[in-house]
């Protein structure tokens, strides 16, 4: 069992920069795939990026994804030994506003929410123009 807790979110405006935190409890944290996804009102929920629990062969670090509208503005990172995920997000647009959530899977990424195996609650992000 896995259990999540997302922090960080706010209001910001058009330009600038949040930092989200996903605080894992357990001690099998460093075995799961993380993910972050977000859900704007009416809309469904959407892959935002994702890393591996494993480092690359080459020990290069983990594994990230990214949907093509946040690649080059949010940064996706994991410290294990701290039991958390982290997204930072800069040059955020209005159409990043949405509740923005954590979540986790055993074995490797994946951008499916239907995938994942434990959510967090959410935090809400909010850009204004």
């Known amino acids: 069992q896995v259990q999540l807790v997302e922090s960080g979110g706010g209001l910001v405006q058009a330009g600038g920069s949040l930092r989200l935190s996903c605080a894992a409890s357990?001690?099998?944290?460093?075995?799961?795939?993380m993910g972050w996804f977000r859900q704007a009102p009416g809309k469904e929920r959407a892959f935002v990026a994702a890393?591996?629990?494993?480092?690359?062969?080459?020990?290069?670090?983990?594994?990230?994804s990214y949907t093509d509208s946040v690649k080059g503005r949010f940064t996706i990172s994991r410290d294990n030994d701290k039991n958390t995920v982290y997204l930072q997000m800069n040059s955020l647009k209005p159409d990043d506003t949405a509740v923005y959530y954590c979540?986790?899977?055993?074995?490797?990424?994946?951008?499916?929410?239907?995938?994942?195996?434990?959510w967090g609650q959410g935090t809400q992000v909010t850009v204004s123009s």
């Open positions: 357990g001690r099998t944290f460093s075995s799961y795939s």
């Open positions: 979540a986790a899977r055993a074995g490797g990424t994946s951008i499916s929410h239907y995938e994942y195996d434990y």
């Open positions: 890393v591996s629990y494993a480092v690359t062969y080459n020990w290069s670090g983990f594994r990230t």
